[in-house]
């Protein structure tokens, strides 16, 4: 999560991280307190089921690096997540970037992505809220 401040999205994505298997939560140290009463609160216990971890965006770039893992952000301007162009089943070893709604996804982080990704959706909608579709895409990761 980057720059992710809202409680109760944090939480949100914590309680999905869990349920579709995430194996931890990484927060970028300019995010919400993992620990805020309201991030506990809307994860509904999910924080006590893994770790969460509140890092750098180099240090979660080096641990990406050293340990093989691909870098796939959520990006509007993205791949979609159903193109037969990148079949994301393939990857297991995955650090899902997920950016703040008023912000996105730092340009920095985006430009170390392996793999850029979108959900298509109605135009009558500008985006999606980041604890929807960030929900949405651990569901997609989710064997």
Known sequence: ?????????????LRSALAFGFDAAILTNN?????NPKV??????????FPIITATVEEILRFKKYDRF?????????IDINSKKINIKNYSRIVLALGSEAEG???YI????????KIN???????????VAGSII????YK
Do not use: C, Q, Y
């Open 1 to 13: 999560m980057d720059s992710i401040s809202d409680p109760g999205n944090a939480g949100t994505l």
């Open 31 to 35: 995010s919400v307190d993992p620990f």
């Open 40 to 49: 506990v609160r809307s994860s509904v216990g999910a924080i006590f089921g």
């Open 70 to 78: 691909k870098l796939i952000v959520a990006d509007t301007r993205g």
């Open 105 to 107: 996804i730092s340009e």
């Open 110 to 117: 985006l430009s170390k992505a392996d793999i850029k990704i």
């Open 121 to 131: 959706h109605e135009e009558k909608v500008d985006s999606l809220n980041v604890a």
């Open 138 to 141: 651990m569901k997609e990761f």
